[in-house]
C-alpha cells in the first residue's frame, strides 16, 4: 500500500529519474521529478515536498560534489523542514561526511540497490515528520505565547449571576457547548461577553485544547490575514519567520473573535470564505491549511441593524449565529448587583489586604445605579473603594465621587429631557469620551476606565471621532 508523503527528486540524468519514479511510485502518493536544480525553488514553493533526492553533480563530467553542496543550502534555507538525500555515482567517505555535516540526512551511491534506496527514503520520511513536528510545535507555542500576553485579561473572574436573565444565558451556554455550533454573543461593553465565551470553550468536548483570542476592532487591515491566516517568511517586508494564525493556533479548540462589528467588508469576505471552505492559507502560502475549530465571535453593535445598513454581511452573519446569547446590560438585571459587588469586594479586599463590608444602604444605591459600562464598572468602581476606603466599611462616596452619575442615582433615571440638545448617541458618545479625556488630562487609561471601556475600544473611538 503506498504511505502519504511527497518526494522530489533531482538529477540531470532522465534514465535515473525514470529508475527513481518506478521505484518510489510503487511506495509513495507524490513523486515529482525534475532534471534542472533551477526547478526545486517553485516546486517547493508550490507543493508540499517533505524529502528531495538531489544529484551531487549536474554539469556534465562534474564530480566534485560543489553544486549538489550549493543546491542543499539553498534548498534548507528555502525550508529547512525538508530533508534532503544526496546521491552521487562517484561515493567517497569525505564528501559524504561532508554533505551530512552541511544539513544532508543520509548520502546513496548510484547504482543504488533498490532496497537500499527504500531505506534511506523511509528514514528520511520519519526525519522529516520528526522535523515537521518539532517546527510546528514551535510555531505554534511562539503563537500561543503572544496570543496569551495579547489577552486582555490578567486575571479570569467567575462568570456569576443570578437574576433570571443570567441562569437562561447560562443555561444556553450548557446545551450550545456540547455541540460545535457557531455562537455570536451580544451586548454592551463590559457584559461579560469574553466571559461567556470562556465559558462556553470551558463547557465544551474541545476545553482541553486552547481558546484563542483576536479583537477584531485592535488589527489594522493589513494585518488581518496574517494574524488569522498565519504568513509565511519573506511573504511582506515584516515577514522575517513563518507565522502561525490564530486559525490554525485554535485548532481543535475554540476560536474567539470579539467586537467582530467593527470588521470592514473587504475582510468579512475573506472571514466567510475561510469559514466557508474550513481551510486557511497563510500569507505568502499557497497551500491551505485544513482547520477544525469552534467559532464564537461576540459583538456590542447590533449586526441585524449593521446587515440593513450594509456595514456587515448578511451572509456572514448567517454563518457565525447559529445559537446567540444576548448578555443584557447590568441595569437590566439589578438581582445580578448584589452578587458581583460582594464577589468584587472580597477579591479586591484580599488582593489589598482589607477587611471591608458594605452597608444595606450603600448596596441599594449600588442597585440604583445604572452602570453604563456593565460588571467592567462595577469591578473598577468596588476596586477603587477598596484601595480609597479608610473605614472598615466600604465607603461608598469612593465609588460616588469618581463615577460622575453615581451622584444621584434617581436624578439619573428620571434624567429630564431638557438636558439633552440631542439624543444622537453618537454625539452624545463623543462628548463623553472627549470630557473623560479632559477630565482625566489626556490620559487614555484612565479615561477608558472611567468609561467602562477597554483600551482597545477607546483607541478605536478616538479614531473614530477625530480626537
Ligand atoms: N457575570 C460576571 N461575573 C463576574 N464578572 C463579570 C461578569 N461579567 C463581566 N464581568 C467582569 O467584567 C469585566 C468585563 O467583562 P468582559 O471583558 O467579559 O466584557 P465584554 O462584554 O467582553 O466587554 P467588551 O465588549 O468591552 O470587550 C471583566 O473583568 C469580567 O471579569
Known sequence: MKQAGSILVVDDNPDILIAARLLLKQHYQVVKTTD???????????????????????????????????????????????????????????LAVDAIKAGASDFIAKPWQNEQLLGAVTAAFAHAQDKQKVDKLTRQTQGLNQALSQSKKSATFDFLGQSAAMQQVFSTIQKAAQTDANILICGESGTGKELAAQAIHQASLRHENPLISLD???ISGNIFESELFGHKKGAFTDAKTDKVGRFELAHGGSLFLDELGNLPLAQQATLLAALQNRQVTPVGGTKPIDVDIRLICATNDNLTDAVNEERFRQDL???INTIEIRIPPLRERIDDIPLLVNYYLKHYAQKYKRELSINASDMDALCQYPWPGNVRELAHAIERAVILSDADTLDIGTVVGQTPKLESPQANTSQSTTEYDTFDLEILERRAVHAALKHYQGNVSHAAKALGLTRGAMYRRLEKYDL
Open 36 to 94: 534542472n536544480p533551477f526547478d526545486i525553488e517553485g516546486i517547493i514553493k508550490s507543493h508540499t515536498i517533505e524529502v528531495i533526492l538531489l544529484d551531487m553533480n549536474f554539469t556534465q563530467d562534474a564530480i566534485s560534489g560543489k553544486e549538489g553542496f550549493y543546491w542543499l543550502k539553498k534548498i534548507i534555507a528555502q525550508d529547512p523542514r525538508i530533508v534532503v538525500l544526496l546521491m552521487t555515482a562517484y561515493s567517497d567517505i569525505q
Open 317 to 319: 452573519l448567517y454563518r
Open 216 to 218: 477584531m476592532g485592535a
